[in-house]
């Protein structure tokens, strides 16, 4: 201020003088007020060129005096502008980091393997994150300030976004969901600020898979054990209550004794398949001859096709080359006699049976199971390796089958990473394949 006053009072000497000096001390009079005018204009213009550079968008940069001219604004008028300025720096600089907080955090919910969306008080998308988008069918950028009532559109949602009653999560049929493969969502909405709503979204369709799964297993389980137990403890009571006769009595105690050999059938292949499942990968030290495998699946296959069919069936078994394969030869036998022993099971008597071995062009083996059984409807392959998954139930348990054959088989495939393949056709038979990888398979040294 004091700067002002010295300028002013500098104005109104010079134009006081030159009034005087012009026109004694009536042009005194008019030169005092001439300089306070001339003071008074110059200042207009520095407070002009001041509020033109705060409503220009160059407001970071100091404003100068003329256009094309290096010097600053002098004074007050300058001092102000330099404090103005350095405030819009530190503004700047400030949402600057802001800016690129939100970016970060914008980021790692982009990351975020759920889905993010941003609501406003009116239910409106403010934002989403691409996981969001695609678990309900979002555009990111398009549906931005749609109402989600309007994209969503699932009953048991709306109901759950009119009560507003968040304490609890919603199910929900995800974006792509069909019968044949549906896909669940977890929908949960949090508030915050005002009004606003933060909808967090996941994916839980093999959360509810592995659920279905535990269900059908325990019930599977208890309804296998349950059956021969029955049996078992019916025939016990008639025994302990009546007085039978030696044939009676020996066949009572021998459908006793196949009750609980089915009972320890379904127990040894429930071990096996935990087994699999805990033990580490087989590795590449331990290798087991085709022909010794083959010999141990024939002699299984016409065992139990003398006892289930008693015309036997035809039972081709061609070895190939011999070659031996890496891996847990425990493991790799049981495999393959599943094979075996499905294809004897569910061929009709009299049928063909052909069990091949064959070292393919690029190195890998593939051991081939061909029926000639009544094949299999397609919409059944897909589900053929689940436990206790059965085309023909009534047959299965007649043959003694525990359901988990074909799932020992896949877990023995994967292990040793292989891969098992199933074709069939209905009224045309089924062919299973286990193709092991070339490092796997090779072909024995002769000894010279």
Same mark, same amino acid.
């Given at each position: ?26 042009? $005194?009079?008019? &030169? ?5 005018? /001339? ?8 407070? *002009? #060129? +001041? =509020? ?12 100068? $005096?003329?256009? &094309? ?5 002098? /004074? ?8 103005? *300025? #350095? +405030? =819009? ?12 907080? $939100? ?346």
């Amino acid at each position: 201020m004091i700067r002002r006053w010295i300028a002013f009072s500098c104005c109104a000497v010079v134009g006081g003088a030159v009034g005087w000096w012009a026109g004694s001390r009536e042009g $005194l009079a008019w &030169g005092l007020l001439l300089g306070a005018a /001339g003071w008074q204009l110059m200042d207009s213009f520095y407070a *002009r #060129r +001041l =509020l033109n550079w705060l409503r220009s968008e160059q407001s970071n940069e100091t404003p100068i $005096l003329m256009a &094309g001219a290096q010097p600053r604004l002098p /004074g007050v008028w300058g001092e102000a502008a330099d404090r103005v *300025r #350095r +405030l =819009l720096k530190n503004r700047h600089q400030q949402y600057s980091e802001s800016q690129a907080r $939100l970016d970060e955090f914008l980021s790692a919910l982009q990351a975020s393997p759920n889905g993010v969306v941003l609501l406003d008080d009116a239910g409106r998308i403010e934002w989403c994150n691409q996981m969001a988008a695609q678990h309900f069918g979002f555009d990111a950028r398009r549906d931005i300030q749609q109402h989600i009532a309007n994209l969503v559109r699932d009953p048991a949602f709306n109901a759950y976004m009119a009560t507003a009653n968040f304490s609890q999560e919603v199910v929900i049929p995800g974006n792509f969901s069909t019968q044949a493969r549906p896909v669940k969502l977890s929908v949960h909405v949090h508030c915050y600020g005002k009004g606003k709503k933060l909808l967090l979204s996941r994916d839980i369709t093999a959360l509810e898979q592995a659920e279905a799964m535990r269900r059908d297993f325990v019930a599977n389980v208890s309804h296998e054990i349950r059956t021969p137990l029955t049996v078992v403890s019916g025939f016990i009571e008639t025994l302990q209550t009546f007085p039978l006769k030696k044939p009676e009595r020996d066949r009572y105690l021998c459908l006793m004794a196949q009750q609980s050999q089915r009972m320890q059938t379904l127990v040894d292949d429930l071990l096996t398949l935990s087994r699999l499942e805990g033990s580490p990968l087989p590795g590449a030290q331990e290798w087991s001859a085709t022909k010794i495998l083959f010999a141990q699946c024939e002699q299984e296959a016409r065992a139990l096709s003398g006892v289930i069919a008693p015309q036997g069936h035809q039972l081709v078994f061609e070895p190939g080359p011999a070659c031996e394969i890496a891996g847990i030869q425990r493991e790799i036998c049981s495999a393959l006699s599943n094979l075996v022993t499905n294809a004897v099971r569910y061929t009709p008597e009299a049928g063909l049976i052909r069990v091949s071995w064959a070292l393919l062009a690029d190195g890998r083996g593939e051991f081939r199971v061909r029926d000639s059984g009544p094949g299999i409807a397609p919409e059944h392959l897909p589900r053929l390796t689940e436990r206790f998954y059965r085309v023909d139930r009534s047959r299965s348990r007649e043959t003694g089958g525990t359901g988990l054959g074909l799932a020992i088989v896949k877990h023995v495939a994967q292990r040793h990473g292989a891969e098992l393949r199933i074709e069939s056709q209905v009224g045309q038979g089924s062919c299973f394949s286990i193709i092991f990888p070339a490092a796997r398979v090779r072909q024995p040294v002769q000894a010279a």
